[in-house]
C-alpha cells in the first residue's frame, strides 16, 4: 500500500509470482483524516483473483476501492492523483497569497473558492494550515515530493510533458533544501510566501498589511 515506482512494483509483482505468491499495488489517497475514518480512496493494481480475495480486507480501509488493471496501475493511478494534489495545492497557495497581499482576508477568499467551480478538497481540509501557518503534518512535503520524483520518471519513460507537476516538484525540492521537508504538503505556501515578501498568516492576525 506504499506510493512506489510503478515499474519497481511490477518487478515485484513478477517475483511474487515466481515464488508462487499474488501481490497487490494498493496505494490510497485521503490524508490522515480519510485514515483515521476509514473513507480512503484505494487503487489497486493486480489479478482480478487477487483483488477479489482482498477487496473484503481493503474494505475496512477505505470507501472508495477501484480494481484500476494489472500489477503495477495503482502505482500510476497514485502518480496522477499526486500530481493533482501537488498542482492544486500550488494553485490555492498563489490564490490565497494574491488575495491576502492584494487586502481581502484569506477566509473570505477560501469562502468564495469554495462555493464555485475552483471548489477542491485542498481547500476543504488544509485552508486553516495555510491561513494560520499550522503545518503539523498530515501528509509531509518530502513523501509528497517522492511521489512526484515518482511520477516524473513516469512521464520520460511515457513521454509526456508534465510541465505544472514540474514546477511544482522544484518548489517542493526548494522546502526539502530548506529544511522544511516534514512540514505538511500544504507548507508549500511558505515558498509562495517567501517569493511575495508577504505572510498570510501575519495578515489574518492583524500584524501585517499590504
Do not use: W
Not at 104 to 123: C, E, K, S, W, Y
Not at 152 to 166: C, Y
Request: with cysteine; charged share 20%.
Amino acid at each position: 500500500m506504499s506510493s512506489i515506482d510503478p515499474a519497481v512494483s511490477r518487478e515485484l509483482a513478477q517475483r511474487a509470482s515466481a515464488a508462487g505468491a499474488e501481490m497487490l499495488d494498493a496505494p490510497v489517497s485521503g490524508g490522515d483524516q480519510g485514515a483515521i475514518a476509514g473513507t480512503l480512496s484505494i487503487m489497486v493494481g493486480g489479478s482480478d483473483e487477487a483483488y477479489a480475495r482482498a477487496l473484503p480486507i481493503l474494505s475496512t480501509l477505505g470507501k472508495t476501492i477501484v480494481h484500476v488493471g494489472p500489477a503495477g496501475s495503482g502505482q500510476v493511478v497514485k502518480v496522477c492523483n499526486q500530481v493533482v494534489v501537488a498542482v492544486v495545492i500550488e494553485a490555492v497557495a498563489e490564490a490565497l497569497v494574491l488575495g491576502a497581499k492584494a487586502g481581502v482576508d484569506p477566509n473570505l477568499i477560501a469562502d468564495v473558492l469554495q462555493g464555485g467551480l475552483a471548489a477542491t478538497r485542498v481547500l476543504e481540509m488544509r485552508r486553516e494550515n495555510m491561513i494560520r501557518g499550522d503545518f503539523e503534518p498530515g501528509f509531509r512535503t518530502r513523501l509528497h515530493l517522492k511521489d512526484l520524483k515518482n511520477a516524473m520518471e513516469l512521464a520520460r519513460a511515457s513521454g509526456v510533458p508534465l510541465p505544472a507537476a514540474s514546477l511544482v516538484e522544484q518548489l517542493m525540492r526548494s522546502m526539502v533544501a530548506a529544511g522544511r521537508g516534514d512540514m505538511d504538503h500544504s507548507g508549500l505556501i511558505t515558498v509562495l510566501q517567501d517569493l511575495a515578501g508577504f505572510s498570510v498568516p501575519a495578515f489574518f492576525d492583524g500584524s501585517e498589511t499590504r
